[in-house]
Nanobody
């Protein structure tokens, strides 16, 4: 089992940047594919990006390509999401998720563990 704790959310103006972190504890972090998902008010939780166990492969939702970057530091048991050129439509609670087995690309239904989420608000 792995425990996930997100941090780094906040209020930022459109065009600004934020860096989210997800600290993992428990079983070996490097054995999990990891990802970021988000949920806006009144909407379902949606995929943002995932990363392979080694960090060598990534997958992005189209609307964040070129603006967001996922990375991981297996020595520090930490997952990151660098968000640049933020837009008001990026406003949501951002969740870190882990998948124990299978492809590094995974959906909300395929995640095994979730963090508690961190709020990101982008003002226009």
């Amino acid at each position: 089992q792995v425990q996930l704790v997100e941090s780094g959310g906040g209020l930022v103006q459109a065009g600004g940047s934020l860096r989210l972190s997800c600290a993992a504890s428990g079983r070996t972090f490097s054995s999990y594919a990891m990802g970021w998902f988000r949920q806006a008010p009144g909407k379902e939780r949606e995929f943002v990006t995932t990363i392979s166990r080694s960090g060598g492969s990534t997958y992005y939702e189209d609307s964040v390509k070129g603006r967001f970057s996922i990375s991981r530091d297996n020595a520090k048991n930490t997952l990151y999401l660098q968000m640049n050129s933020l837009k008001p439509e990026d406003t949501a609670v951002y969740y870190c998720a882990a998948r124990a087995s299978g492809s590094y690309y995974f959906t909300t239904d395929q995640a095994n563990y979730w963090g508690q989420g961190t709020q990101v608000t982008v003002s226009s």
